[in-house]
């Protein structure tokens, strides 16, 4: 049985947090709505523009040749078809959480409260990973420009500073992340855009030496669909817009916006890169770069300074990343909170800043932590695969509350082609899963089981003594 009932606990109360002098905490008073969609659109942005730029490039290329565009493109189709059910949700029920909250009102607790808990430790997981990416970037950016850096003995410690540092300006209000993510990702699209002009006038055969056309596929096209599943990690991000759905102004207009947006933008980037980089060097070369291959691409346009310039903009890319990620790590569990799934005060408000702080510090001081080990390349993986039940579980959600029509369920934007979107979009996010690592699949369980056990410890003996109605 669905818990309508449930929506009382958070959705009770529309008044703002007034601003005062007071540090002191409340339990009772909501977030303001201070992001803009602006702001939103970066959240989505920032968090996604990544790994396919700077990391997948070499490795797909060397798998499906050229056509590594289209597993970009087909990435984005299915990154489109939860983006338009979670936008549906969104503007039903523009409350901090999303798709712990969706899930939740739309399959019940238990659901909920596995989900929830576990998109707070698996964005704590990625924060962590982006936080080490970072300092990797700043000392490949330092060595290239001749500065001594001693190895990578200074990776952590740049993490551990910039973690400390965004946690700490988030506390002091949404606002301040929203001005930096803008910021950031306004300079980082715009040195991208110029790298990838120049190389969409290279291929065209305006600049540098004329390369030799190769075969789209050259592997055939099963090719594609595997790389598509390795590079739709990529794509993991634009539901965090979501989880920052209750200080976002005019939600019924800029959540659908800032969703569908994001994955358009951020697809077109991906699928436009792969085309310069195998363009502008080839298959075989970007295979053998590896990891690295972007940086080869820039060093082949623009030599030395093209090198330093796009590892500086794999820099902002990460600190974009981390940024959001930390932000919504902290409104997931605020959510959680408000539901009493975890205890209350975590859900704290400041009331001189009008942030969650208590949940702002259980993201910053375990993501600090994991960034201070250095080892964040597998929790990368299964930060992945909680995003990807989380996105199947969100479609499903849709389809529960649709069919049981209930009166409050209004949202401003609908689905189109329902019920068969929600449908792919839960059957390609499950599908997904099985082409991960199964070290990941098995610690992804083993979080989400651990969530369920705190639930039937805490969580339900809480709902069952009456804190939050069951009936």
Not at 30 to 55: K, Q, S
Not at 151 to 178: D, H, K
Not at 262 to 287: R, W
Request: net charge negative.
């Amino acid at each position: 049985m669905i818990v309508w009932s449930e929506l009382n606990v958070v959705m009770s109360s529309d008044s703002s947090v007034a601003a005062t002098s007071s540090v002191d905490s409340a339990e009772d008073v909501e977030l303001e709505r201070t992001v803009g969609l602006l702001g939103a659109l970066t959240i989505g942005v920032g968090t996604m523009i990544g790994a396919g730029i700077f990391v997948f490039p070499g490795l797909a290329a060397g798998t499906a040749g050229p056509a590594a565009s289209a597993s970009f493109a087909i990435g984005a189709v299915i990154a489109l078809l939860v983006a338009l059910p979670t936008s549906e949700l969104a503007t039903a029920m523009p409350k901090s959480g999303g798709g712990y909250y969706f899930i939740s009102r739309g399959m019940g607790a238990v659901f909920g409260a596995v989900v929830g808990i576990s998109l707070w430790l698996g964005l704590v997981f990625a924060s962590a990973f982006y936080l080490v990416g970072l300092g990797e970037y700043a000392v490949a950016s330092l060595a290239e420009a001749g500065v001594p850096v001693g190895g990578r003995t200074l990776v952590a410690p740049l993490g551990v500073v910039v973690g400390i540092g965004l946690t700490a300006m988030s506390i002091r209000g949404t606002e301040n992340v929203e001005s930096l993510q803008n910021v950031v990702v306004g300079v980082l699209l715009f040195l991208l855009s110029g790298f990838l002009a120049y190389g969409l006038l290279d291929a065209a055969g305006l600049f540098g030496a004329t390369t030799v056309p190769e075969t789209f596929a050259p592997q055939g096209y099963a090719p594609v669909l595997t790389t598509a599943a390795l590079v739709f990690t990529s794509y993991l991000g634009f539901a965090q817009v979501a989880t920052v759905a209750g200080e976002i102004e005019d939600p019924g207009r800029n959540l659908p916006l800032a969703m569908v947006g994001s994955v358009v933008l951020v697809g077109t980037f991906y699928v436009v890169t792969i085309f310069v980089a195998t363009s502008a060097l080839g298959s075989d070369v970007l295979a053998a770069a590896g990891e690295t291959a972007i940086v080869e691409v820039a060093r082949e346009f623009f030599g030395l300074p093209g090198a330093i310039a796009i590892l500086i903009a794999g820099l902002l890319a990460t600190l974009s990343s981390a940024n959001a990620s930390i932000l919504s790590a902290s409104r997931a569990l605020y959510a959680v909170s408000r539901d009493r799934l975890v205890p209350t005060a975590a859900g704290r408000v400041n009331l001189r800043y009008g942030t969650p702080h208590v949940a702002l510090a259980l993201v910053g001081g375990p993501v600090v932590v994991l960034v201070a080990t250095g080892q964040t390349e597998l929790l990368a993986e299964v930060a992945n695969f909680l995003h990807l039940v989380m996105y199947g579980l969100i479609c499903i959600a849709l389809v529960a509350i649709r069919r049981s029509d209930p009166d409050w369920y209004e949202p401003s934007f609908r689905t189109p082609g329902y019920p068969f979107v929600p449908i792919l979009g839960a059957v390609s996010s499950f599908g997904l899963i099985l082409f991960m690592q199964r070290s990941a699949q098995l610690i992804g369980l083993a979080v989400m089981i651990i969530a369920l056990v705190w639930y039937g410890y805490y969580a339900r003996d809480v709902r069952l003594k009456g804190v939050v109605d069951d009936e």
